[in-house]
């Protein structure tokens, strides 16, 4: 008998309704359409209204992802896990009001931070959870408001960053169901952390005998510095992925990489040898929306009818601790378009 595993089973993904065009960034800093489009490969991205937070996009999604299953009694779920670096507040976490929102009662909810690798590392925590019998269905959410934090006299990180929420149902299964995630690879390098993240707000900063800076509320990245890394730990951890799971990378249909730039996915594409037109490319239309931008991108392109039953995927992130993952899992049909 196949060993259990998480199977997919549903997805949904929401983006608030106000679209910000590179244009429109255009007349409040100094940049252009051709300079954003040009180095990131984003045309536009997604502002929540004022007053609209995190929890609010993982509801959305996290509602449409549990549609999608259809025969799904809410009493089933036994768990959510939000991916989140933009959580409501610093505490409680958003994954209790985000249950309870969503009617699924008073099951294990929990948020985890991981940047933008936040998705991978909850698909693996939900992977977990269902494999050790904790559950027999979690739902689990990639959800960020980001725009507050940013710069706006940073056009390095002004014109990249949008808000969005996907989400996935995953229930228990077996390794040889379509839908079935067979591998997941994690990493960290904290010796890097300095190089993008939101400093304020935090204990650090809260037990500081000195005043805080006004910048230290908004997200900061060294992007320059970034970039190599995120190729190259993706790329790494790429391939341990589909080394588990006994995949070549010719026989991988998709690349869903974090949609950071489109430099780097195509930069990555190159490292795994693996043609562009098998590479998801999502940030166009949203930019980079953080942990949201796989399941995200998962959500357009099966909508688009991209996948068919039985397709190797291979999602792969990077992101701010520094973190990465990934993960190799196949594709349950076109149910969930
Ligand atoms: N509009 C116009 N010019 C801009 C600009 C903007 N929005 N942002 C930066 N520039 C300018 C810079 O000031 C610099 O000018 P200079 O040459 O006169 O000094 C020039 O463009 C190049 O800047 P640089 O930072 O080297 O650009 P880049 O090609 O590295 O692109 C990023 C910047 C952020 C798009 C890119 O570095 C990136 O995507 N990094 C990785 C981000 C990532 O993966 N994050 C993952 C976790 S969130």
Known sequence: MSAPAAV???????????????????????????????????????????GVAT?????????????????????????????????DQQCPSVAPDVASRLGL????????????????????TASAALVAGHAEWVLVIGAETFHPFLNPADRGTAVIFGDGAGAVV???????????????????????????????????HRSAARPHHAD??????????????AVRRMAQSSSAALAQAGWSVDEVDHVVGHQANLRILHALAQHLGVDKERVVAHLDQ?????????????????????????????????????????????????ALA
């Not at 960290?188 to 707000?201: E, H, Q, T, W, Y």
């Not at 909508?303 to 973190?323: I, N, S």
């Open 286 to 334: 949203v930019g980079n929306t953080s942990a949201a931008s796989i399941p995200l991108a998962l959500a357009d392109a099966a909508a688009k009818g991209r996948f068919q039953l039985h397709d190797r995927l291979l999602l792969t992130a990077f992101g701010a601790g520094l973190t990465w993952g990934s993960a190799a899992l196949t594709w349950p049909g076109t």
């Open 55 to 87: 929890s609010d996009l993982a509801v959305e999604a996290g509602h449409r992802a549990l549609k999608s299953v259809g025969a799904l009694a809410p009493h089933d779920v036994g768990m959510v896990v939000v991916a989140t670096t933009t959580p």
């Open 105 to 124: 009662g008073t099951i294990a909810a929990l948020d985890v931070a991981a940047g933008c690798s936040g998705f991978v590392y909850a698909l693996a």
């Open 8 to 50: 997919l089973a549903g997805l949904g993904g929401y983006v608030p309704p106000r679209t910000v065009t590179n244009e429109e960034l255009s007349h409040r800093m100094d940049t252009s359409d051709a300079w954003i489009v040009q180095r990131t490969g984003i045309r536009q991205r997604h502002w929540a209204d004022p």
């Open 170 to 204: 995953l229930r228990r299964g077996t390794a040889d169901e379509a839908g079935a995630v067979l591998t997941v690879d994690l990493g960290s390098d904290g010796s890097l952390k300095d190089l993008v993240g939101i400093p304020g707000n935090g204990s650090r």
């Open 216 to 229: 230290e509320r908004y997200l900061y990245m060294n992007g320059k510095e970034i970039f190599p890394h």
